[in-house]
């Protein structure tokens, strides 16, 4: 039987998988609120809420997250906004402290340490991503109008975000030596792409073929990006930037379109909705049909079946669970 890291890479490669990989599986190795590397001296400064609790980030966002709600968004209204004209950006937005004695990093290296990466990716978790650090900034309306509006602006604070992304890798890679990056950035509602390809391409691909590179030149294996969102028209922007699986894919980005198209070039990891299985009114049925359809449709390879969440977690309780159940289900009925 293939490890959990073994297992993937040859899902994602295309090789012999002897069963599905069961959504996060191969990236937990760590007990924390995601499982995933999330301990360092610049997260612990600035870290994001749990469910019903709000914070102050380094950067200064307010971020809340409601109970019953699937993750934390900002808060922007005229008090607690942070960066109200992008024109001055140089003047308001200071990006929080990346320099640390390393006393204080070796606090998080036993856990680190302890990883077998034999049987697991150590996995570090980034959030949020370039993209959404703008409209965290400024508001999510205010971003894409300035988008347009003040592109040379934008240009200049997506610059300065990714030089902090860049300065905060070499400190992850110097200290924990990760194989993998879980990062999160959506880029989407459920139907369409907050901006067109060619807007993308223009402001945030360079951004990240800078951080991805990056990471892939100092020994991360995987780069696993979460975007939860409609974003099929934006994959070969994926595939230039190096992500190697698009973890959330909703299922109206027809994903098995996607894996017929794409796969060999990059892998998909969701095409399980939230939105339909993550309920209050949660059943077992549902989820046993919704996980069926995305294996038999998807098949095994290029593919792994997975919640649109970004994480092993789920907002009701026992459904990722159950999803996990049924995956391993349908790994004894189709290999």
Not at 11 to 17: A, E, L, V, Y
Not at 274 to 292: H, K, L, Q
Not at 304 to 322: D, K, L
């Amino acid at each position: 039987m293939l490890t959990k890291r073994q297992n993937l890479l040859e899902t994602i490669k295309g090789g012999n998988p002897d069963r599905f990989v069961n959504q996060y599986e191969a990236l937990i190795c760590q007990p924390t609120i995601f499982g995933m590397i999330m301990g360092d001296p610049i997260t612990a400064a600035s870290p994001m809420p749990t469910p019903g609790t709000q914070v102050v980030n380094g950067w200064g966002v307010t971020i809340q997250w409601p109970e019953g709600v699937p993750g934390p968004f900002p808060v922007h209204d005229e008090e607690h906004k942070v960066l109200k004209d992008v024109t001055k950006w140089k003047e308001v937005v200071k990006a929080p402290n990346l320099d640390y004695p390393q006393s204080e990093w070796d606090k998080y290296k036993p856990a680190v340490e302890a990883i077998d990466r034999d049987e697991v990716f150590a996995t570090v978790f980034i959030a949020p991503g370039v993209f959404e650090q703008t409209h965290y900034l400024l508001g999510m309306d205010s971003c894409l109008l300035a988008l347009a509006v003040e592109p040379e602006a934008m240009k200049e604070l997506i610059e300065y975000i990714t030089e902090y992304e860049l300065g905060y890798a070499k400190l992850l890679c110097e200290n924990f030596r990760p194989d993998a990056i879980f990062h999160h950035d959506d880029w989407g509602s459920h139907k369409t792409s907050f901006m067109s390809p060619k807007m993308f391409e223009e402001f945030f691909v360079p951004a990240y073929k800078k951080i991805y590179g990056f990471y892939k030149s100092n020994g991360v294996e995987l780069i696993v990006h979460h975007n939860d969102s409609y974003s099929a028209n934006l994959v070969p922007s994926m595939i230039e930037m190096g992500i190697d699986i698009w973890q959330g894919c909703v299922t109206t980005n027809n994903v098995p379109e996607l894996v017929r198209k794409y796969g060999g070039k990059i892998s998909f990891m969701g095409d399980i909705d939230n939105g339909v299985v993550d309920r209050e009114d949660w059943s077992r049925e549902v989820i046993a049909r919704e996980v069926r359809r995305a294996c038999e449709t998807n098949g095994k390879h290029y593919f792994i079946p997975n919640t649109a969440m970004g994480g092993p977690v789920s907002t009701y309780p026992g459904v990722y669970e159950a999803v996990s159940e049924e995956i391993d289900k349908m790994s004894q009925e189709m290999f």
